[in-house]
């Protein structure tokens, strides 16, 4: 897929109104003082794209969302109010944008589960996020991929308005009233060579290839090839079949652990080697 792609040409009116913008001059009594540069200006996502969102994400009571670049914070605020998040944190540079949330999240009377910080958005720590959302041009979300593969959790979701992350595809995306909402959950780390072991004694010899969430493999049971049929990997959950048996398994860092033992999938386990 070409790093800009057709469906996000389709939103160039947008990224034309996200205006960019220079350091500006704010002038204090004589002086003139530097305001921090904001790249994109502050274009609110329009509520009916907002709930899309936030449906998209199935926020649950034990999620943290992060909005970067939180505007005056309706991302956050809603996550909390509306939609199940236990908690919510915004990140603007923009000192105006983050005392207007702070107010909207006082009004909204969620200001103990939702707090607004200002920072650039590029430095922000991300580990802690379950959901993290943007609405952000092209450039700052490509720069933001790595990072968020890098630092973020296996199974956190990813949902951005308008725009997308480079070359990662996204795994489900909606237009509502004109805006798109992408979505894409953070993968585990599954790509090289796996020992996997089953109860009877079957000892198979994995060989997996990763492209972000897309994943293809071989197997080799004593020496000949077997078929790894239908390898899927969301978040840290993996599936394949070998001989027409499934086997379905949380990946632990260089473990792989059976999770469904309601089918018949227990009683394996596969370490990376
Ligand atoms: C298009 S608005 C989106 C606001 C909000 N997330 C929403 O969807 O309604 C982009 C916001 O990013 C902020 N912003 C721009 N560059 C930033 C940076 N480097 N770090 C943090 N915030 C930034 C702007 O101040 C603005 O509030």
């Known amino acids: 897929m070409a790093l800009f ?14 205006s960019i913008s220079l350091v500006s001059l704010l002038s204090v ?30 926020l649950q009571p034990d999620d943290h969302l992060i909005d970067l670049g939180s505007g005056d914070g309706r991302i956050a605020i809603a996550a909390v109010k509306d939609w199940n998040a236990g908690s919510a944190m915004g990140i603007d ?39 993290l959302t943007l609405y952000q041009l092209n450039a700052k979300n490509i720069w933001l991929q790595p990072v968020i593969l890098k630092s973020m959790n296996p199974g956190t979701r990813v949902l951005t308005h308008s725009f997308e992350l ?14 798109t909402v992408y979505m894409w959950t953070v993968p585990a780390s599954v790509a090289g060579k796996w020992q996997l072991t089953t109860a009877e004694g079957i000892e198979a010899l994995i060989l997996i290839e990763q ?19 239908d390898p899927r990997l969301h978040g840290n959950e993996i599936r394949f079949s070998i001989d027409s048996r499934q086997y379905i398994g949380k990946v632990e860092g260089d473990n792989i652990v059976p999770v469904d033992e309601a089918n018949g999938t227990a009683g394996w386990n596969a370490q990376r080697i």
Request: glycine share 8%.
């Open 5 to 18: 792609s057709s469906r996000t040409g389709i939103h160039r009116a947008c990224a034309t109104t996200l």
């Open 29 to 58: 009594g004589n002086e003139a003082v530097a305001k921090p540069t904001l790249d994109v200006s502050h274009i609110p996502t329009p509520y009916p794209v907002v709930e899309r969102m936030l449906e998209m994400s199935k």
């Open 93 to 131: 540079l923009d000192e105006d944008r983050i005392a207007e949330a702070r107010q909207n999240a006082e009004r909204a009377g969620v200001a103990d589960r939702v707090r607004f910080e200002q920072g650039d958005l590029l430095e922000a720590d991300l580990s802690e996020a379950s959901v």
């Open 211 to 229: 492209s972000y969430q897309r994943v293809v493999g071989s197997a080799e049971i004593e020496g000949e090839p077997v078929m790894l049929s």
């Open 166 to 179: 480079g070359e990662w595809e996204p795994d489900q995306s909606d237009t509502v009233e004109g805006g």
